[in-house]
């Protein structure tokens, strides 16, 4: 397999077929983020208000393996278009061998905590017994999601972005079909309640891993992890922290925004707390696809900077901006038309359905200016320039919306905190856009 058609293929064409499959992909990962919301739902509002709480740990740990899993994309990519076999190779092994370790440390860690944090947020022994259940055993396979995130982007830095798509539908059509057969104890199942969630979304993972794993051994890829090259290579790993750490921080970033918003709208209603959970699964429809684009564009900016190709690098991020944003304009056509429909998938209170439909609608507003900073920060991620990505996802996740949403709370009630959201991504676009063009310089830029 050759790598070389990055930089040969017309870009528009390379460019949908490099993306289509991962927009796939996260569109039917959306679908179970979706259809796990419902079947918890099912259990109880209780347990739907368990699973909001748990939701930016679990968020952290896949920021975690996905930013690392960044930095490994993009230094496999960039020393294969520069022509460096053997440091790609490295790259590889490293990043599949600190992604396990790291998944490792996270487990234990993770399981410890999860008591404390969520009481740091509810009382209720229900929702605390739930939430702790949960956890438990949905963070008790962190490394295999880290095995599986550091397999993924090795396939994708080369190109294979249908191996990707298939161990990601697989993984995300078992847990939809193991949800109610693990909840509600259908055949000969015993009914697990919201331990079966937990379970449902592991036994998927590890499908996925699994896949990768049959399909590494039987591809011939113009990378691989070998064992010669296990040899300590501290420049390679100070790559790989130096794009990867700032991913993970880009990624693990909501976590810290759901968490500071939960207290803050704790203060009202437990119904505004559920509403910010389900908000949160809903937009995974429209920024899971959107990262799907992002992850397709990543390893064709890569490669092509790599190969200094810096016309192509320019017309790969602004076709990757246009495609992110009809995305998001189709988002906030379907969130203003059905935002009463679309809360009460999760919940049957009134006063839920009431909160969240206003919520919807306001959020909403900043869908299409968002793919500005979406695209952005991809971009940069791909080209090995860490810290500029972190600077907008910083504006985005907490030095504009925190204050906002603290302010605008005093000032329109719980309401001020859907409004915060529209007004950051406002603010944020125009900040990505001077940071993108400081970062690679104006002749290159927009």
């Known amino acids: 397999m050759d790598a070389t058609f990055m930089k040969e293929r017309p870009i528009l064409p390379l460019l949908v077929s490099m993306s289509l499959p991962m927009v796939v992909s996260m569109l039917v990962n959306a679908l179970y983020n979706i259809v796990d919301s419902f079947f918890v739902a099912q259990i109880s509002e209780d347990a739907m208000t368990a699973l909001s709480l748990v939701f930016p740990l679990q968020n952290l740990i896949n920021a975690i393996a996905i930013g690392f899993g960044v930095g490994i994309n993009a230094q496999i990519a960039r020393h294969l278009g520069a022509g460096d076999r053997q440091r790609a190779d490295t790259a590889a092994t490293h990043g599949l061998v600190l992604s396990l370790l790291h998944g490792v440390v996270i487990a234990a860690l993770s399981i410890a905590a999860v008591p404390g944090f969520l009481r740091l947020f509810t009382s209720d022994a229900a929702v605390l017994e739930m939430g702790v259940t949960y956890a438990a055993i949905a963070f008790s396979f962190s490394v295999v999601i880290m095995g599986s995130l550091a397999f993924?982007?090795?396939?994708?830095?080369?190109?294979?972005?249908?191996?990707?798509?298939?161990?990601?539908?697989?993984?995300?059509?078992?847990?939809?079909?193991?949800?109610?057969?693990?909840?509600?104890?259908?055949?000969?199942?015993?009914?697990?309640?919201?331990?079966?969630?937990?379970?449902?979304?592991?036994?998927?993972?590890?499908?996925?891993?699994?896949?990768?794993?049959?399909?590494?051994?039987?591809?011939?890829?113009?990378?691989?992890?070998?064992?010669?090259?296990?040899?300590?290579?501290?420049?390679?790993?100070?790559?790989?922290?130096?794009?990867?750490?700032?991913?993970?921080?880009?990624?693990?970033?909501?976590?810290?925004?759901?968490?500071?918003?939960?207290?803050?709208?704790?203060?009202?209603?437990?119904?505004?707390?559920?509403?910010?959970?389900?908000?949160?699964?809903?937009?995974?429809?429209?920024?899971?696809?959107?990262?799907?684009?992002?992850?397709?564009?990543?390893?064709?900016?890569?490669?092509?900077?790599?190969?200094?190709?810096?016309?192509?690098?320019?017309?790969?991020?602004?076709?990757?901006?246009?495609?992110?944003?009809?995305?998001?304009?189709?988002?906030?056509?379907?969130?203003?038309?059905?935002?009463?429909?679309?809360?009460?998938?999760?919940?049957?209170?009134?006063?839920?359905?009431?909160?969240?439909q206003n919520a919807l609608r306001i959020i909403s507003l900043g869908f299409l200016v968002s793919a500005v900073s979406v695209a952005t920060s991809g971009a940069l991620e791909g080209l090995g320039k860490g810290l500029p990505s972190l600077v907008i996802s910083l504006c985005r996740y907490t030095v504009v919306i925190l204050p906002l949403a603290w302010g605008l709370c005093r000032l329109l009630g719980p309401d001020g905190v859907w409004h915060a959201f529209w007004l950051t991504e406002a603010v944020t676009a125009v900040v990505s856009l001077v940071v993108y063009r400081h970062s690679i310089g104006r002749r290159d830029a927009l």
């Open 152 to 356: 993924e982007k090795i396939f994708q830095a080369v190109g294979s972005m249908k191996i990707t798509m298939l161990g990601l539908l697989a993984g995300s059509l078992c847990n939809i079909v193991m949800d109610p057969v693990l909840i509600f104890g259908l055949g000969p199942f015993p009914q697990l309640g919201i331990a079966g969630a937990a379970l449902a979304t592991g036994l998927g993972q590890t499908l996925t891993l699994v896949l990768y794993l049959v399909f590494y051994c039987r591809c011939a890829l113009p990378v691989r992890v070998r064992r010669a090259c296990l040899r300590p290579a501290p420049k390679i790993d100070a790559q790989l922290y130096a794009v990867g750490v700032p991913a993970i921080l880009n990624m693990a970033l909501p976590s810290l925004l759901i968490s500071c918003l939960n207290a803050i709208l704790a203060a009202y209603t437990q119904s505004y707390v559920v509403v910010l959970g389900i908000y949160y699964k809903l937009q995974t429809f429209l920024y899971l696809p959107g990262s799907g684009i992002v992850q397709g564009m990543r390893p064709l900016i890569a490669y092509n900077y790599g190969a200094g190709e810096r016309k192509r690098v320019r017309r790969i991020y602004e076709l990757t901006m246009a495609l992110c944003a009809g995305i998001m304009a189709v988002g906030t056509v379907l969130c203003m038309a059905f935002s009463g429909p679309l809360i009460a998938l999760f919940t049957a209170n009134p006063e839920t359905v009431a909160i969240g």
